[in-house]
């Protein structure tokens, strides 16, 4: 693995800007995940320690440099943006961002724009992120229940983030609902969550814990691999395969007696490296090719360098090339650390 943020080694631009971006194993990258802050309004514990010391806003790209970055990822063949965090929506001034993003839509040249949320401000920008052409977003709830649900976000009300949900169907956005399988906290209820999430029309996706950071405790004691979580939903439901797809690592099928669609996201026991077509930038500008891989670009730099894009483009170029072929996580008895000191927030799943 390699390690740490590349520096920017500046050369004459030697791709033409409309070539695509495609990888050494042939992957075109075609979906971009857009970390636009590394703050949150919770502090969920698997996702970051109690005390998390967060960047200076000093070191934060402008909402300005966001949307450059985003346009020239887009330019280069980028289809699919999705804005993330910490939680995106406590970005001060996102709607700005967001507006001016949508004008990629209007273009036709990006498929979908879109958002993972906690769900906590979504009653209030809902309708807006509807105005601006954003017609699905992700919402991540582990449990219905309001104490467990106070006990895995530290500090979350469960209310504000279904009155988000409600306010989010009502503004016509499709909402797909993310839960981690975390081990003795939700697993008995995720059945019933996907009955509650299809009885309201929205799809449920149930992610493997990922040993990312540090969060103070044992992995282990949260990891519950997803072959287990199937062959008990597979007690209570018929699971029937389907094809269907949304651009990012779920594999779904379709619940025959709720006649709702339930992905897996298996990083651990079943990882689909072979097919990413993602990259992820951090609110500062890092480059992060691979979610399980330390490898970086600092893409700050070259972007404040110059007001023309050439310098910019040839850095992710450049760091496309080195973009690996998948990450080994591993979270066993011998492997309890983190794999990688880097939280999720930074990235944003
Ligand atoms: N705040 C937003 C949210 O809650 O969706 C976006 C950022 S959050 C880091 C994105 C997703 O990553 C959430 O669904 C969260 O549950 C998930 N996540 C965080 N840490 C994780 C981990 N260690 N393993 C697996 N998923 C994780």
Known sequence: MTQGVATLDIERPQHRPSDPLVDPFGRSISYLR??????CDFRCVYCMAEDMT???????????ELDRLCGVFIARGVRKLRLTGGEPLVRRGI??????LSRHLAAGALDELTITTNGSQLAKYAGELATHGVERINVSLD??????????TRWGELDKVLAGIDAALAAGLRVKINAVALKGVNEDELGDLAAWAHGRGMDLTII???????????????YLPLSVVRARLSQRYTLEEIDYRTGGPARYVKVKETGGRLGFITPLTHNFCESCNRVRVTC????????????AADLRTPLRLSPDNDVLEQAIADAIARKP??????IDRRHQHPALARHMNVTGG
């Open 284 to 295: 500062t500008g890092t480059l992060y090719m691979c979610l399980g891989q330390e490898d």
């Open 95 to 100: 709607m700005t961002l967001v507006s001016s």
């Open 54 to 64: 967060f960047l200076p806003k000093a070191d934060l790209l402008s909402l300005e």
């Open 208 to 222: 493997e814990v990922m040993p990312l950071g540090d969060i103070g405790a044992g992995r282990l004691e949260q």
């Open 34 to 39: 857009v970390s636009v802050t590394d703050r």
């Open 325 to 330: 072929k998948g990450h080994d996580f591993i």
């Open 143 to 152: 449990t219905l229940d309001p104490d467990k649900f106070r006990a895995i």
